[in-house]
């Protein structure tokens, strides 16, 4: 019988912030099945697996974050799979508002909720950006019609209003592979546009459920650094709006980028 909820950590290479994220994991008020997925195996890694007792699986081709992602989502035997950041912290009751609104709506397909970004050089705050997020993930909050694909796609009309490291997503319900998008950067955004147009409700808490961390080893940064971000944001605001108002959505988009500096 598959559990309820699953963690899938993503350990890629020996992040120094591995250890945190295992622990706030590992001290949620609702047991949550746990597993570590890699696609560049270490002593480091295996080290901090067993000492948490945690089943490690390795994948053993290329690391590419699509297929590092889907092996974790595969692996992972639950009804809900987290695939969980490495940099990233989850408060203890992120389980707990899952499970509670899973019993409260039998065809939540993704579960998700809102964050603070964690900075080196100062405590977990809210960014301006995130306030903005949280505007446009209103229309999820109408949970009585979250279920409607406009009401889902409406939280990505002007962008990715969902962070990526919050979903959780039914894996019952939404099947393999999960992600099938090209991108690199963009791939949760595209990922969540292709689930909005499926059966089955988006269910959003909005409150921080997740510290989302910010340092200069992050894959946004080197994203932004390469102008794939850029490249990628663009193509997918084109898959929904024409050109002249592409222009002006990435005009603005492109301020959020200094959350990164």
């Known amino acids: 019988m598959m559990k309820p909820h699953a963690f899938a950590i993503c350990a890629y290479r020996d992040s120094p912030y591995l250890e945190s994220c295992i622990r706030s994991i590992m001290t949620q008020s609702t047991e949550s099945d746990v597993i570590l997925c890699t696609s560049t195996p270490s002593s480091y890694i295996s080290g901090l697996a067993d000492k948490y007792g945690i ?23 639950a009804v809900f799979v987290t695939i969980a950041h490495q940099d ?28 603070t970004v964690l900075k080196k050089d100062r405590p977990s705050v809210l960014e301006p950006v995130e306030l903005i997020k949280r505007i446009l993930r209103l229309p999820l909050r109408l949970r009585s019609i979250s279920h409607l694909s406009w009401v889902k796609k409406s939280a990505l009309l ?41 059966p089955g409700r988006f269910i959003c808490v909005e409150r921080p459920l997740l510290s989302y961390r910010v340092h200069e080893a992050a894959a946004t940064k080197a994203a932004i650094e390469d102008n794939s971000r850029l490249k990628e944001e663009t193509e997918m605001f084109r898959k929904m709006w024409p050109e002249p108002v592409v222009k002006v959505l990435m005009h603005f988009y492109r301020k959020a980028y200094h959350e990164y500096e």
Request: aromatic share 20%; glycine share 4%.
């Open 55 to 77: 089943s490690l699986f390795i994948r053993h081709e290329k690391s590419n974050i699509r297929d590092d992602w889907n092996f974790a989502y595969y692996m992972a035997d």
């Open 88 to 115: 990233d912290l989850y408060q203890k009751d992120y389980v707990k508002k899952l499970l509670d609104c899973y019993r409260m709506y039998p065809d939540m397909t993704l579960f998700t909720g809102g964050y």
């Open 158 to 198: 002007f962008g990715n209003s969902i962070c990526c490291p919050a979903c959780a997503y039914n894996k019952e319900q939404l099947g393999e592979p999960l992600f099938t998008s090209p991108y690199h950067f963009a791939l949760d955004w595209d990922t969540l546009f292709k689930l909005s147009k499926l």
